[in-house]
């Protein structure tokens, strides 16, 4: 722990950290441009340089480079250092174009704020400028070569911290070059991190492209939506419009940087189908007739068939506001018809997950700095990006990383895969639950033995598990498993991939509670005669779509709470329009059972650019704000309960009722949030087994998330579908020959929900006697779910 | 003597009031009679062109942040070219102070005042100048100023080509 | 019968020419006001209503008589109401006892040209003066504003510091003129004015007026720059108006007053007496207008320095040297 002086103040800090974060410590800032937390030190741009009077080390050296070692004097701002740092201002403005005002950096450039820290004004050197020609880097990042300075934070984000391989630095002395060899969109899922990381213009968002300067943007601390892993994101918006999403640092979530899908998935607040409008049989009527309607409605049911016959559901997407006051309103209508997830499996499966011990569950943090990851049926980069981006971290750090899955997962780091077919995963989970005895499945004892012993043996053992394929008996077995490769120095712990940002916090909530299945049976049956729908989409989310669409038809009345136009919003009697998560507060817990609120960036409205038909904003005075209805879930459900919509009142009232949430009164949208007091109870036996019996000649369709088309709300913003693929189906070789089918050519699918014509992909590391298709939305692949136990199917040439 | 000075000091002001009760007044009647405004005079804003006859206004909201009022709003695009522009420009001269400083601020002097100060309306939408009001047909005051020409970004030249620039570099090639 | 009913027709008649004279003059008098001021800066002044402006007083009553009358919300309503009425009223009041010409002789009657001759008109004027306090300072405290509250204490504090001052300044022309009739302190001023024989007291009276009438260099009542617009900060429309007429009327009474008191009346040679009078009248006018075109305002402690510490001690000096000089002259 060494202790030195920084301009007369005395800091002591961690043995191997450098005279620049000692510095940060004190709250001084030494301007730097290369140097980045999570990246590190290179000393690329000389202008940290402070000035060393006593010490092992003496006279200008760059602070990001030299570790702060004992008896060191450091005088960050003499005037021989300003000058020095003024003189590297200059010469890195050498080649730069001075087209501030064209640029997409302006305002937010640090180059921009260390030249005018450093009284450069006027350009001295008349020797001719450097020039690269751009190149094209896809929809998401504009290139402008012309402003580089050479700091090499791109390359070491891209290459070093994300794992992509096809940007890098080319050329040589002064004509460095920070590209692609060729034109083209950039592979890396995380590519959109360089936005963040670029110290000036040279890649910037194109989806933002021009649309606002930072001073003109409304920000706010928000939580991305996307995933259940709640990234620490900030929003802008401007003129009603959200415009890009930012990362936020959250040391214990997502670090500082976010993926692609999150950074990009924002245009659904702003999709010009978006309803707006409260809704009454599809025609528009004011908010005060829409609730008298509901009101009138639910009291009418209520006398005629008891109040058993009103169901009530939530999703992963509401806010733990929306589901509280969901449960809360159940119990005032005397129902206890409440469900929180459409899909049984996936609800199942975040019970059994939110029942984990809490010292057992891992957050992204722990994962990277884990040294053995076992992920069992996860596949992060489609169904939680940031965590491949954790494990490439660990990877980087010496972490053994193995993939068991039957699909071809892909990281962006050196891993072990074996492709295992989704039935002896669970086997293989039970095998690894009774570590000592080796009860593994036949072709599996080598790989079972081998990660039994590799999981007692590390030192911070993790076991990851996709709920969507684990299925609850799955997680469950993966519980135990972790249970049983613990040790009391060496605790093995558990991350859970569930399906949306909130799925733990309506698992909490849901206790013994009855699961969708169980709803629709009473739909069916006649016994449940409304439906409400707090931002769920039962049509969509619930796996067999035939039956779902049969029951919701002979509701009486089917009520949605939405921000988008689901499917379930086209069968719906009432609609109600709430707001997206940008614009309005809540909580959200993330998938390990870490509680982060979120504040509103901006006020509902039609954006300017869709109501002013893309002109000037109209000519004419007026007190409405065009599309501005929507209001937040659990305001909505507040004023049908006839209560205050203060959200400090109700986080206090949900944590008096609820120990579990205690501190959520105190939480800062800021700060790092909060882990949930204990987990829940509950156990499996409770629920009737829903996994089936599977013919084993059979070819098996299983249905898989991707990265971009899967999540509902990231698939409604444009700037993705660019990057969304086709409709295809995953054949392993053997099949494709077996089938006599070629890659790339229509193939026609026999599914339980019919025939589908897709692309054939061939993939040799996945599993064989398997198709694997992905969900992707506003496809024909549509209806088909992820998170089901594999369907029977067949294949052969369109 | 401080006594003679005070009773002086309060006698005279009377006398140089009373002079100038018969000193023809330096105000004109306005409608009647109107000055013209030196050069310089800070009126009406337009946003002038380039020598090649091409919005100079890019858009940067510069002037927007400059606005100690608030009047100048904007939506910047992007044209086939990759010129920035202007998609909508919109003053609101009921609020406008004429202080200027959005033409200080103004990186490519596209927005320059005029001396045109007759801007009253009875209705208020009359002093709201959308950008095709704004816009006029010549340099304004700095005839020979193009941005783009000296900022390298290769939009009004290609790239590379504008003056004091070295070829676009060949990444490529190791040698020098 | 015949007389008294010849005495109340003339009475009438007298009231309805001083009231019509001085209510057009009053607003003459902002015109003029306006113009000189405009002048005296090198500017126009008022010349868009009419030849010159002359219509100018016209257009602002009917702009004031058009606008929306405001009550604050939490005004005290009928105070309110009642302050402009009060300060504008006392200033017409003080009329009734002021002699503007020589007493007419027609058909063998002497007709006294002033409408009510009142044998203690020069404490009546005085009561009066001190009435018109009561319209600032209650407009001030109704309105519930802390501008007009302190407006209206300012004015309360610097009246009846310079009412004392405007008292003694008196005292010495009642004991020269042995009357408290202002017909006969008028007659007293043969062949000198008051001015002349004294000028101490006319100099405090001059300056104590100009205090009472709250103008500039006393204007602190109202000052724009500390309190906006003072005790009529929350006036609009004909309320305000009254105020503001009631400034002028109140500037035309105390022209009047100087004259007769200190001027000599409508004695003056040549011209008709009433001639005489209404252009002592007027220049005393035109002087107040000419001090606000000179002097700044003071500082509100050098206002009540001022007024208890040099007048009030040169007020009760002077009376003890007129009193001493008039024993000596028997």
Known sequence: MPTLIIDNQTVTVPEGTNVLEAAKRLGIEIPHFCHHEALGSVGACRLCAVEFREGPVKGIQMSCMVPAKDGMVVDTGSAEVLAYRAQVIEWLMTNHPHDCPVCDEGGECQLQDMTVAGGHGIRRYTGPKRTYQNQNLGPFIAHEMNRCIQCYRCVRTYQDYCGGTDFGVLGSRQRLYFGRFSDGPLESPFAGNLIDVCPTGVLTDKTYRFKSRIWDLQEAPSICPHCSLGCAVTPGARYRQLQRRRARTNNRTNGHFICDRGRFGYGYANHPDRPRYPLLGHRRVTWQEALAALQNKLQELGELFGPGSIGLLTSSRATLETQFLTKRWAAALGSDQLCFEAHPGRDLGARVAASQRLDRTASLEDVRNCDLAVLIGADPLSEAPMLALALRQAARRGARIVVVDPRPVELPLAYERHAVSVEKLGQLLRGLSRPQQSEFPSSMEELGGSLASALLAAKSPLLIGGTDLLGPQGTEAMQQAAEACSQPETPCRTMFLLAGPNSFGGALLSAEGPCFSSLLEGMEQGRIKALLCFEADPLADYPDRKRSRAALARLDMLAVFDCAATATLQEADLFFPTTAVEESTGTLINNEGRMQAFEQVFSAGTPLAESAGGSHPPRFFSRDIPGSEPQSAWGILGALMGRSADLLTLRSEIEKNDHRFAGLSQLEARGEGRRIAAPRQYSLSHQPNISGIMGSDQLQLLVTETLYGSELLSNLSSCLHESTPSAFVMLHPQDAARFKLEEGKKVLLGTPVGDLTLTLRIAGDMVPGMAIVPRLRGTVLEPLVPGTEPLPCRIEKA | ?176 | ?330
């Open chain 2, 1 to 176: 003597m401080s006594l003679w000075r005070d009773i002086r000091g309060t006698i005279l002001p009377f006398w140089v009031t009373l002079r100038y009760l018969f000193r023809r007044p330096v105000t004109v009647c306005y409608p009647e009679r109107k000055q013209t405004p030196a050069p310089r005079y800070r009126g009406r804003l337009v946003l002038t062109r380039d020598p090649d006859g091409e919005e100079r206004c890019v858009a940067c909201h510069l002037c927007s942040a400059a606005c100690p009022v608030d009047c100048i709003s904007m939506q910047a695009a992007e044209r086939e070219d990759g010129r920035r522009h202007a998609a909508w420009f919109r003053i609101n001269f009921s609020r406008c102070i004429f202080c200027g400083l959005c033409t200080e601020a103004c990186p490519t002097l596209a927005l320059q005042m005029t001396s045109e100060y007759e801007l009253a309306s009875r209705e208020l939408l009359q002093v709201i100048y959308e950008k095709d009001e704004l816009l006029i047909d010549g340099c304004g005051k700095n005839d020979g100023y193009n941005f783009y020409r000296l900022a390298g970004i290769g939009v009004a030249a290609p790239r590379g080509s504008n003056p004091g620039e070295t070829p676009p570099v060949d990444f490529r090639s190791n040698l020098p």
């Open chain 3, 1 to 330: 019968m015949n007389d008294v009913l010849l005495t109340f027709i003339l009475i009438v008649i007298k009231l309805g020419l001083v009231l019509g004279t001085v209510l057009s003059l009053a607003a003459y008098m902002v015109l003029a006001e306006r113009k000189i001021l405009g002048r005296m800066q090198m500017r126009h002044g008022p010349n868009r209503v009419g030849p010159f402006g002359l219509l100018q007083p016209l257009a602002d009553l009917i702009k004031l008589l058009c606008k929306e009358d405001l009550i604050p919300e939490r005004a005290d309503r009928w105070v309110f109401m009642l302050a402009p009425a009060i300060s504008t009223v006392t200033a017409l009041l003080a009329f009734a006892v002021i002699p503007f010409a020589a007493p007419l002789h027609l058909f063998g009657r002497t007709i006294p040209m002033v409408v009510c001759d009142l044998n203690v008109g020069l404490l009546y004027l005085f009561a009066l003066s001190s009435l018109a306090v009561y319209g600032v300072a209650l407009g001030g405290w109704a309105s519930q504003s802390k501008y007009a509250l302190l407006g209206g204490l300012r004015a309360m504090a610097q009246m009846i510091s310079y009412e004392l001052a405007m008292g003694l300044a008196i005292v010495p022309v009642v004991m020269a003129s042995k009357s408290f009739s202002l017909t006969a302190i008028v007659a007293a001023q043969q062949p000198w004015p008051n001015a002349i024989r004294h000028p101490l007291a006319f100099l405090i009276f001059v300056i104590a007026i100009m205090a009472e009438s709250k103008r500039t260099p006393f204007d602190m009542p109202e000052a724009e720059n500390e309190l906006v617009a003072g005790f009529h900060t929350e006036y609009s429309g004909m309320r305000f108006g009254m105020f503001f007429v009631g400034e002028y009327l109140n500037l035309i009474v105390l022209g009047a007053m100087l004259t007769v008191l200190f001027l000599g009346g409508w004695h003056g040679p040549l011209l008709p007496s009433v001639c005489w009078f209404l252009i002592k009248v007027l220049g005393v006018a035109f002087f107040f207008i000419w001090v606000r075109g000179t002097m700044p305002r003071l500082r509100y402690d050098q206002l009540m320095a001022f007024g208890w510490k040099i007048l009030v001690p040169l007020g009760l000096l002077n009376i003890l040297v007129t009193a001493a000089w008039l024993l000596w002259r028997g």
